[in-house]
């Protein structure tokens, strides 16, 4: 659905517990705090992967080092089906995205110091300036969305406590140098630094690169991007206006996947409580129906064309299995990470990669990677359920108080 272009196939291959126990001990001082208690599994088995961080191309006509962003969206979309039921107590989550209301979930809890400006629903809109908006507002205020590598070491999040590493890793990509030597960064040259670099990464996530039309079934994304109320992006546009992500762009796979959900959480709740009791009386089901794999199995080709139809036909146990397997495949998309790897090139250069030019002409090629594509088990809409009435009721809570304090 994301499209092979984007999510490369790995390789498994074994692993002694030793390696593990050595990956894990160079991991630490690299993981953010809330990962420090989760261990990696010692099964033995691993996935190699192509390091999404560098680029495969070297030669004479690179300049300065690669540079790489972890961008991980969220959900790019509103619930818009008139068929979603979402109790009236909840009406906000049609107008308001469910990041933007858990930042305040997260800032009750102390998880967070300031909420973010950044809006998913931007990033997904198609129009440039709502989307250079979104990456600014993600540069400003990381949290768990947004990391910079510099030649494959990690150099900016939300763990550094400060933007110099920011500042001297876009002076480096601009300047084609590994190092800057010139001391600090002026305010005025770094802000230059941002714009520009937002420019940048805006062109390359609405660069066409997926030819296949690998999007299964013939409904396509809407043309029409959604606005969410907290977003503070001046830049929005009347709802009937016509914008949107270009085909084959990395986005526009994942909102396309990610809108296998028709139903929201809130309709599929109750659907998941029907399948467990079901699967409680008759657990062969599991594996006639290979609820927990093999994911390649063509029981698990969803398209959009299928779970219209299944949503209209709840009754039958098969349309609420499909309707909660495509449930799964949105909430893999919804939580993926991008990864884009840039790299200063020499005009004229014979290059095998795309590339793209920033505002003033210089020339950077690219590739986007997208991964964190692990299949979600079935317990997690439990848990996805659990945790989205205390995302509704956290923001009901705060935007109360504040109109009270008006």
């Known amino acids: 659905l994301i499209g092979a272009q984007f999510v490369r196939v790995g390789q498994v291959v074994g692993v002694s517990e030793g390696f593990v126990a050595q990956i894990e001990q160079k991991m630490k001082e690299h993981r953010s705090r809330r990962r420090l208690l989760e261990k990696l599994d010692t099964a033995g088995i691993a996935i190699c992967l192509p390091d999404a961080c560098m680029l495969r191309t070297v030669g004479s006509h690179v300049q300065g080092p690669v540079v790489c ?28 995205c469910r990041f933007c209301m858990q930042q305040c ?25 709502r989307m250079i908006f979104a990456i600014k507002a993600l540069l400003h205020n990381p949290q768990n969305n947004f990391k910079m590598f510099q030649d494959g070491s990690l150099v900016y999040s939300c763990d550094t406590g400060n933007q110099r590493p920011l500042q001297e890793c876009l002076a480096a990509l601009f300047a084609g ?7 600090n960064v002026g305010t005025q040259k770094h802000d230059f630094h941002i714009d520009k670099f937002a420019e940048l990464l805006q062109k390359i996530l609405v660069y066409p690169l997926d030819e296949s039309s690998c999007c299964l079934g013939n409904q396509q994304p809407s043309t029409t991007s959604d606005c969410c109320t907290e977003s503070i992006c001046e830049q929005k546009v009347n709802r009937t206006s016509q914008h949107g992500l270009p085909p084959g762009t990395v986005l526009y796979n994942i909102l396309h996947t990610q809108e296998l959900d028709v139903l929201d959480i809130e309709g599929i709740h109750p659907l998941y409580q029907k399948l467990v009791e079901h699967l409680n009386i008759h657990p062969e089901d599991w594996d006639r129906w290979c609820l927990e794999g ?3 199995n063509t029981q698990w080709r969803i ?51 795309p ?38 009721q956290a923001y009901l809570q705060t935007t109360s108080a504040k109109n009270e304090n008006i």
């Open 105 to 129: 979930l997260k800032l009750r809890h102390g998880k967070i110091k300031e909420r973010s400006q950044y809006c998913p629903l931007d990033l997904f809109s198609g129009i440039a300036s």
């Open 303 to 353: 398209t959009h064309d299928v779970i219209e139809k299944c949503r209209d036909g709840v009754e039958s146990i098969e349309s609420v299995v499909k309707l909660m397997k495509a449930f799964l495949v949105s909430l893999t998309a919804k939580d993926c990470s991008v990864m884009v790897a840039m790299q200063k090139v020499g005009h004229g250069a014979d290059i095998n990669l």
């Open 355 to 392: 590339v793209v030019s920033d505002s003033e002409g210089d020339r950077y090629m690219f590739s986007i990677q997208v991964v964190d594509t692990k299949p979600k088990p079935l317990d997690r809409i439990k848990r996805y359920f659990s945790l989205n009435q205390d995302i509704v």
């Open 294 to 296: 093999p994911y390649d």
């Open 177 to 183: 140098e590994d190092s800057i030597n010139s001391g």
């Open 69 to 96: 962003v972890e961008v991980k969206p969220k959900a790019g979309f509103l619930p818009k089906s008139k068929s979603t039921k979402i109790p009236q107590t909840h009406a906000a989550r049609r107008s308001v």
